[in-house]
């Protein structure tokens, strides 16, 4: 392997996932996807679809995912720095409804893999932020679910300055939390 390091985090089948960067004085140059590094490091996925998205400081996406089809992904920060979280969704996991987060950033280039059955959402801590990440199934707009971000029963110790204005669409501010999750889809 080499060209990259796979740390796994507490919650099994989240990698948080640094790149080798070679750096003098014109820049610097990495891979962000190798699919030979990444089978190697156990992540033998077929990326059918790469996104990307903008937005300001104090915007918050999510938390969101794919009720039908699910989707692994692959995320990253091209510009500026977000505070990414995923909350375990699987069915009949030992860590059903905790959450994991990492500050991604266009100066620490980690990327964080997050598998299927995963809720996922961000917050940018920056002036601005570019956020890109991978796919391995299409989106479908009529298949999405969500929790709320700040529901209780999760937890999540999401680091926003008490100044911070959250900017959040619509949907994600009516969001239930996991406990009509759990009911809804009868876990």
């Not at 990495?30 to 590094?37: A, L």
């Not at 375990?88 to 620490?108: A, F, M, P």
């Not at 999405?144 to 999540?156: A, K, M, Q, R, T």
Request: contains cysteine.
């Amino acid at each position: 392997m080499g060209k990259i390091k796979v740390t796994p985090c507490e919650i099994e089948g989240l990698l948080v996932i640094e790149p080798t960067v070679f750096g003098d004085a014109r820049g610097y140059f990495m891979e962000t996807y190798n699919y030979n590094d990444f089978k190697e490091a156990g992540i033998d996925l077929q990326f059918v679809q790469d996104n990307q998205s903008a937005s300001k400081k104090g915007v918050l996406r999510g938390l969101h995912f794919q009720i039908n089809y699910p989707q692994d992904k692959l995320v990253r920060v091209i510009r500026g720095e977000v505070f990414d979280v995923a909350v375990d969704l699987r069915r009949g996991s030992k860590t059903y409804g905790k959450w994991y987060g990492v500050t991604l950033s266009e100066e620490n280039k980690k990327q964080f893999f997050i598998p299927k059955d995963f809720a996922h959402g961000f917050v940018v801590l920056s002036d601005y932020a570019e956020f890109a990440y991978k796919c391995t199934d299409f989106y479908h707009p009529n298949d999405e679910g969500g929790l709320i971000y700040n529901d209780p029963e999760i937890g999540i110790q999401w680091p926003i300055p008490d100044d911070m204005e959250l900017i959040m669409a619509d949907k994600d501010k009516h969001w239930g939390g996991l406990r009509e999750f759990t009911k809804t889809y009868r876990l």
